[in-house]
């Protein structure tokens, strides 16, 4: 293996995912004692606290602005040494229908590799259900090479080890204009989940990137938008981290028998990307040098039926990858290209 084979080996891992269940510790419920904000005609808790989940750090309601405008900022931001985050939570169940969030702006450099932005829905009275746990996740995890290859976008059910549960895709530079969508739907007693991000390229092409499933029933899962620290790792530019959003949520009638419901999009969209169960690896181009090539990895992710080996990071498909143990604090990944 010569220098050059190795770095373009590096580039050519477009499908490492590495998810993150957002378990919390305490019910999401009205309490008066709590700092609470009115906001796009909801009642939303704010999160404080001095070490906490996710990955024990520390938020603050200086972190959340609510604007003139009817908009949310919501920051990782640096105060006395300290670096702080947002979140929120809904004080009730939204229920079936349609909740999307909008990001009006964001700071220049958004996303740092360090810095999740995270939309999900979350029920600790549902174990059984992995807390009826639907998330949209912006990060590219601690990997600069995703944040290069615009890699940062997915939609999770949990449990995330199924690997049907989860997919992946890129998103371009620049955020502005982005619409992110859940939309759960039960129709004769048949309960779907539709993910959907309505994208804005550089010259404001819109392209939607979808995917359905079927999955539980709606209980008394609360809605959370939140920006937080990776691994608790403050940004990597040292930087503010800050996103300003809109938030609307449209019911769902359950008393709807034929699927004519569509997505809230007001944007024509041009170009589409569905996902699905099933895709056929790509061709081998003449200069991928790694292209199901040997491979060693130091750990793969346990109980997933081979779902995440490591020859899924070189087979050619965009919609396989490989995944290290989450314990795996140096995890590694090698290529025979004899």
Not at 22 to 38: F, G, N, V, Y
Not at 103 to 117: E, G, H, K, Q
Not at 159 to 178: A, E, R
């Amino acid at each position: 293996m010569i220098f050059s084979n190795f770095i373009y080996f590096l580039f050519s891992l477009t499908s490492l995912t590495y998810a993150i269940p957002l378990k919390q510790t305490s019910r999401r419920s009205l309490d008066e004692s709590r700092t609470h904000i009115s906001w796009a005609g909801h009642e939303w808790n704010v999160k404080t606290c001095n070490g906490c989940a996710p990955a024990n750090n520390k938020f603050s309601i200086e972190n959340v602005i609510l604007n003139d405008d009817d908009t949310l900022t919501l920051k990782v931001e640096q105060r006395n040494g300290q670096w702080y985050n947002a979140e929120i939570w809904s004080f009730s169940p939204l229920g079936y229908g349609n909740a999307s969030i909008t990001i009006v702006d964001s700071s220049s450099d958004f996303l740092d590799i360090n810095t999740i932005m995270a939309f999900y829905t979350y029920d600790t009275e549902r174990p059984s259900t992995d807390y009826s746990e639907l998330d949209i996740e912006l990060s590219h995890f601690g990997f600069p090479d995703r944040k290069s290859s615009h890699q940062y976008g997915q939609y999770v059910i949990q449990p995330y080890l199924d690997p049907t549960n989860m997919y992946n895709f890129n998103m371009p530079q620049g955020l502005s204009g982005t619409n992110l969508s859940m939309y759960w739907t039960n129709i004769d007693n048949n309960p779907t989940v539709e993910f959907q991000s309505m994208i804005l390229d550089s010259d404001n092409t819109p392209t939607s990137i979808k995917w359905k499933k079927d999955i539980y029933t709606s209980t008394d899962e609360l809605t959370h938008i939140s920006l937080w620290s990776f691994n608790g790792k403050p940004p990597s530019s040292q930087e503010t981290q800050w996103v300003k959003i809109k938030f609307n949520f449209e019911p769902f009638s359950t008393t709807t028998t034929t699927n004519t419901q569509t997505q809230t999009a007001t944007v024509t969209k041009t170009s589409t990307t569905s996902a699905t169960s099933t895709s056929t690896p790509t061709s081998n181009p003449s200069n991928n040098l790694v292209l199901n090539k040997p491979t060693k990895a130091s750990s793969t992710l346990p109980n997933s039926k081979n779902a995440y080996e490591a020859s899924n990071a070189v087979d050619g498909n965009q919609d396989t990858s490989w995944v290290s143990n989450n314990a795996d604090d140096s995890a590694w990944i090698s290529v025979d290209l004899e």
